[in-house]
């Protein structure tokens, strides 16, 4: 059974920075793309950011480049999202999505974890 | 960016009825198009990728339909818990997007 299992969200000042992790479990986590994904309370669905099986490429919406770094540990079956710079519009539930297969559309979420970004 | 416009944003209908939900995109995105169900305090569910694939475990009642820019879910005979919250989303070009959500609820 495929699990994905979100931690590190929290309340953080503006400015400030947190880490995301996901842990995976029940499939072959270096034969997947992984990404983020974001919904702002009672607001839609928002893509994050995407890498590759490898971890050898990866993609950023533009309200989070330069802020954000998606990265994989294959050997754990982990993905992170290492949020800098948090701005009070990151505030979200993040969720960590697996690809299906290489691609970007995703069969498994996570259950989500909340960003809270304020002072 | 390509931008999905999804309509209506709100449907209401009675179980049983079918539903036809409606995701347009900004260009072209050839077949690269999904669909989520999405109920309250939920993750995201995958029920179509690829614009009429059914992912595991999805009912037949979910079909998809288009190309190209134009692109429909349509859910027959509406069950009880088909009630949720459906986005559209495309994988054709970065930055990957989704529709602002089609919330369908019972009349």
């Known amino acids: 059974e495929v699990q994905l299992l979100e931690s590190g969200g929290g309340l953080v000042q503006p400015g400030g920075s947190l880490r995301l992790s996901c842990a995976a479990s029940?499939?072959?986590?270096?034969?997947?793309?992984m990404s983020w994904v974001r919904q702002a309370p009672g607001k839609g669905l928002e893509w994050v950011s995407f890498?590759?099986?490898?971890?050898?490429?990866?993609h950023y919406a533009d309200s989070v480049k330069g802020r954000f770094t998606i990265s994989r540990d294959n050997s754990k079956s982990a993905l992170y999202l290492q949020m800098n710079s948090l701005r009070a519009d990151d505030s979200a539930v993040y969720y960590c999505?697996?690809?299906?297969?290489?691609?970007?559309?995703?069969?498994?979420w996570g259950q989500g974890v909340l960003v809270s970004v304020s002072s | 960016e390509i931008v999905l416009t999804q309509s209506p944003a709100t449907l209401s209908l009675s179980p049983g009825e079918s539903a036809t939900l409606s995701c347009r995109a900004s260009?072209?995105?050839?077949?690269?198009l999904g669909w989520y169900q999405q109920k309250p305090g939920q993750a995201p569910r995958l029920l179509i990728y690829?614009?009429?694939n059914r992912a595991t475990g999805i009912p037949a009642r979910f079909s998809g339909s288009g190309s190209e820019t134009d692109f429909t879910l349509t859910i027959s005979s509406l069950e009880p818990e088909d009630f949720a919250v459906y986005y559209c989303?495309?994988?054709?070009?970065?930055?990957?997007?989704f529709g602002q959500g089609t919330r369908l609820e019972i009349k």
């Open positions: 999505a697996k690809g299906r297969g290489a691609n970007s559309i995703y069969d498994f």
């Open positions: 260009q072209s995105i050839s077949d690269l």
């Open positions: 029940g499939f072959t986590f270096s034969n997947y793309a």
């Open positions: 890498v590759t099986g490898s971890g050898d490429d990866t």
């Open positions: 690829d614009t009429s």
């Open positions: 989303q495309q994988r054709r070009i970065w930055p990957i997007t």
